[in-house]
């Protein structure tokens, strides 16, 4: 994923404005004050020789992925090109067979991230709840009470975790197809509350022949905006 501040006259209206295109998803976020947020955000497999530091190769992967694309994603893309500021970052979850090793244990976001869709700070405050009752129930015992640390913990950990594909299908689905129920908006409106930060109030989306505030749109792509409290 990829975010950057832009100027208001790519979203002067007070929506969050989704554009959708298989496998990838842009939208224009307005804040507070003048301007907004451009984010991107898309399915790829790994890049080889991928440079976190490198900010030039980071804009022409965001660049690549979305040649093509309609509705303000050129304007946005070159936004990106003459970016100095541009947040650019893989959002991914890593699995662990184990917690601990000996007298070494992870807690949070090492032990149990579920990466972009919250929930975070709420699993490491539990975890640490958590850990601390079974390291004193298991004071004689280091290793064991990591274990069952472990044990417990993963029980409210792995239906957030298995949540996560689920949550990734629906906000960027991989397909043409999978965009197509997005045209109604009581389907759409879960995934935009998620990208507006459960603060919406209308929805629209634009149909084949429409046009939402910003520019048209191709027919391979699906537009919506969810409204945002001033």
Not at 88 to 100: C, H
Not at 105 to 126: C, E, K, P, Q, T
Request: hydrophobic fraction near 40%.
């Amino acid at each position: 994923m990829a975010t950057l501040p832009v100027e208001p006259e790519l979203n002067p209206t007070t929506d969050v404005l989704l554009y959708g295109m298989p496998g990838r998803l842009a939208s224009v976020h307005p804040v507070r004050g003048d301007g907004g947020i451009a984010a991107f955000i898309w399915r790829s497999k790994p890049v080889p020789g991928y440079d976190y530091r490198d900010t030039a190769q980071h804009k022409r992967i965001v660049e690549q992925a979305y040649a093509g694309g309609g509705w303000v994603v050129p304007e946005l893309i070159e936004r990106v090109r003459d970016a100095g500021d541009l947040y650019f970052d893989a959002v991914s979850q890593v699995r662990l067979d184990t917690w601990s090793k000996g007298h070494i244990g992870l807690l949070g976001d090492a032990a149990s991230s579920v990466s972009l869709f919250g929930d975070g700070s709420s699993l490491a405050m539990a975890g640490a709840y958590t850990l601390a009752r079974t390291l004193a129930e298991h004071r004689d015992d280091l290793r064991q009470g990591l274990k069952a640390y472990e044990y417990e913990h993963r029980k409210l950990v792995a239906p957030k975790q298995n949540g996560f594909a689920i949550a990734a299908t629906l906000m960027v689905p991989a397909t043409r197809p999978g965009w197509l129920p997005q045209g109604h908006p009581t389907t759409v409106r879960p995934v935009a509350r998620m990208v507006a930060g459960q603060r919406t109030g209308r929805m629209g989306v634009a149909r084949q022949g429409s046009a939402p505030p910003g520019g048209p749109h191709d027919t391979a792509s699906w537009v919506g905006s969810a409204e945002c409290a001033a």
